[in-house]
T-cell receptor
């Protein structure tokens, strides 16, 4: 595997379920990101981790819980979601923070909350 | 706060022709980076081209070039000799030199017709 991978690619869950999204990067990067992509809206940054430490939580509801056990893996734990949380969730990584470093994106997980 | 505006929700171009996608941004920073990302139907977001604000010379990458007008806060993407594989959503993005959070526009859907 190369680049940034995400599993699952599609997920349908009920509002009372608990599920997790997984992201893995094979680029040796130190920073990882979660973005939310909703229809007709710009991508929204959710969380940023640098060297496994969370550096940003962009006012995300607590029903989204990130976890970064090491610089290569990033999880997004989901519980008691709302229908408006249905979206494409994109993971990205970069060598470091700061605009000079290109962010590489995964293919995304299409989440549907019923 | 920085905002990125893409005023063209959809654009269409014939194969082998040239098309220009518009982007404007708002910032009080003087040092920043601008990007164009492409998201094909397969959903993997990839970087097309990058521009450093301190460079006056417009960036080019093969058939892709930008027209960066710093005073006007404008950053348009020109695609020459359009190909069917260029069909995708194109996102303009901004990040300050001291930041790492990409600010995206809403995107422009590009259709390439034979």
């Amino acid at each position: 595997e190369t680049g940034v991978t995400q599993t699952p690619r599609h997920l349908v869950m009920g509002m009372t379920n608990k599920k997790s999204l997984k992201c893995e990067q094979h680029l040796g990067h130190n920073a990882m990101y979660w973005y939310k992509q909703s229809a007709k809206k710009p991508l929204e940054l959710m969380f940023v981790y640098n060297f496994k430490e969370q550096t940003e939580n962009n006012s995300v509801p607590s029903r989204f819980s990130p976890e970064c056990p090491n610089s290569s893996h990033l999880f997004l734990h989901l519980h008691t979601l709302q229908p408006e949380d249905s979206a494409l969730y994109l993971c990205a990584s970069s060598q470091g923070l700061a605009g000079v470093y290109e962010q590489y994106f995964g293919p995304g997980t299409r989440l549907t909350v019923t | 706060a920085q905002t990125v505006t893409q005023s063209q929700p959809e654009m269409s171009v014939q194969e082998a022709e040239t098309v220009t996608l518009s982007c404007t941004y708002d910032t009080s920073e003087s040092d920043y980076y601008l990007f164009w990302y492409k998201q094909p139907p397969s959903r993997q977001m990839i970087l097309v081209i990058r521009q450093e604000a301190y460079k006056q010379q417009n960036a080019t990458e093969n058939r892709f070039s930008v027209n960066f007008q710093k005073a006007a806060k404008s950053f348009s993407l020109k695609i020459s000799d359009s190909q069917l594989g260029d069909a995708a959503m194109y996102f303009c993005a901004y990040v300050s030199n001291s930041g790492y959070a990409l600010n995206f526009g809403k995107g422009t859907s590009l259709l390439v017709t034979p």
